[in-house]
């Protein structure tokens, strides 16, 4: 974090007038000791060029000049997130009006850091999935919808998800089960297994899903999703299972695991009430929890440009793309997700 005791302005030190501001949003100190580390290394290579430089006069050529110089010395996936935290920067500096605009834009559109998403598909804005969010009251049905939409997982991978896979720093009214030995030392996060599969038994219980990721994945818990997940452990029924599902159900089916078509069918309940699900429309239409995968990936793409981190995040990249985002988590894909992750509450 920076030194410096004046406070910075957005003519004189654009970078601190940054950090200062993301601070002031509330992001951590780890986030923006990343920010600052990227956005000086930035600015030092601009000012050791051979035409020196502000910050504010950096163009599109400087920018993809800085991103091609890091290549050959750290991961591709790494040069991603550098690049998405100028993107961030210039984006916010260009929001607030101390900048004309992003040189930024360009360069993330040449880098191919899209993921391919349905463009037919509904498109939901924040405001409308928060008022949609807050329409949500029952601490069951509310857990499971915040928790789709924030960590883009399967409606068969919530399912699976045992009071073992959730790691809660401040963990509230929940049974004493350890957590996986994977969530030591990684506080408020959630395991999502890849080997559970639908007719199977996986911790003693057996699956009505499959999960469908390559190699298992950490998910970072945001306080928003946390709050919402202590409610709903407040009141979780006991449960004779000796997995310990995380999700039961409160109805007809009392204490027992959550299934695909109860997911399907709150999601789709509070769909209708919001005239996003009628009847015959087709995925390009309804919301299912599977828009809400899409919603996810599209909105932390949006903001990260971060394909490799978005990527890990859905499950769907190699044991080796994996390998690197699981040793590098606390740095990676914590940072990112912490400094992006939309607020739905």
Not at 17 to 26: M, R
Not at 310 to 320: P, T
Request: charged share 30%; with cysteine; net charge negative.
């Amino acid at each position: 974090m920076s030194t410096d005791t004046a406070t910075p302005d957005a003519e004189s030190d654009p970078v601190g007038y940054f950090l200062d501001d993301i601070t002031y949003h509330g992001k951590s100190d780890r986030t923006r000791a990343s920010y600052e580390r990227v956005l000086r290394d930035f600015e030092s290579y601009l000012a050791d060029g051979h035409q020196p430089l502000p910050v504010r006069e950096a163009s599109h050529r400087d920018c993809m000049a800085y991103v091609h110089s890091l290549r050959g010395d750290v991961e591709e996936s790494t040069v991603a997130t550098y690049a998405s935290y100028l993107h961030r920067f210039f984006a916010y500096m260009t929001q607030v009006g101390a900048f004309e605009s992003n040189p930024m834009t360009l360069v993330m559109e040449e880098m191919d850091e899209s993921i391919n998403t349905d463009p037919t598909r509904r498109e939901i804005d924040l405001q409308s999935m928060r008022a949609f969010v807050d329409s949500v009251s029952h601490p069951l049905e509310r857990a499971i919808i915040v928790t789709l939409l924030k960590t883009g997982m399967r409606a068969g991978e919530l399912c699976n998800l045992d009071i073992r896979d959730l790691n809660l720093e401040t963990p509230g009214p929940r049974p004493e089960i350890p957590v996986r030995a994977g969530l030591d030392g990684r506080p408020d996060s959630l395991f999502v297994a890849s080997d559970p599969a639908r007719g199977e038994a996986s911790n003693g219980e057996e699956r009505t899903a499959s999960n469908k990721r390559k190699r298992e994945t950490t998910i970072p818990v945001d306080a928003e999703l946390a709050s919402v997940l202590r409610r709903w452990l407040a009141i979780r029924p006991d449960t004779q299972s000796p997995a310990a599902p995380l999700f039961v159900s409160t109805s007809d089916s009392w204490g027992e695991r959550v299934t695909p078509n109860m997911v399907h069918h709150i999601v789709e309940s509070h769909a209708r009430e919001f005239g996003w699900y009628t009847d015959g429309g087709g995925a390009e239409e309804n919301v299912t929890p599977h828009y809400f995968r899409h919603f996810f990936t599209t909105h932390l793409r949006d903001r990260t440009g971060d394909r490799g981190v978005v990527k890990y995040l859905r499950g769907d990249v190699a044991q080796d793309v994996i390998d690197t985002y699981t040793h590098e988590w606390g740095t990676r894909v914590r940072d990112v997700y912490e400094a992006e992750i939309y607020s739905l509450l």
